[in-house]
């Protein structure tokens, strides 16, 4: 999707987005995406699968091996 960023670690996106990613086990990564007012606006988690979610017109995809993107 453009503009990926390899987990674990904390990484801005697109669409003004920032997301924490950590890593849970093997092929196992959790992100947390936060708003620019600092809250948690949603959680994904890629085990061994993509997992992805719709941000307010954009999408957040987390990749099985931790990478993480944003497309607006």
């Known amino acids: 999707m ?3 960023h390899q987990g674990p670690g904390t990484f ?3 669409g003004g987005w920032t997301a924490k990613v950590t890593k849970v086990g ?3 990564y959790r992100a947390d995406t936060i708003g620019s007012d600092n809250a948690v606006m949603g959680t994904m988690e890629s085990d061994q699968h993509d997992d992805g ?3 307010n017109g954009g ?3 987390l990749g ?3 990478e993480i993107s944003a497309h607006e």
């Open 53 to 55: 979610l719709d941000a």
């Open 64 to 66: 099985a091996g931790g």
């Open 26 to 28: 093997e092929l196992h």
């Open 59 to 61: 999408y957040i995809v």
């Open 12 to 14: 801005k996106l697109a």
């Open 2 to 4: 453009g503009g990926g």
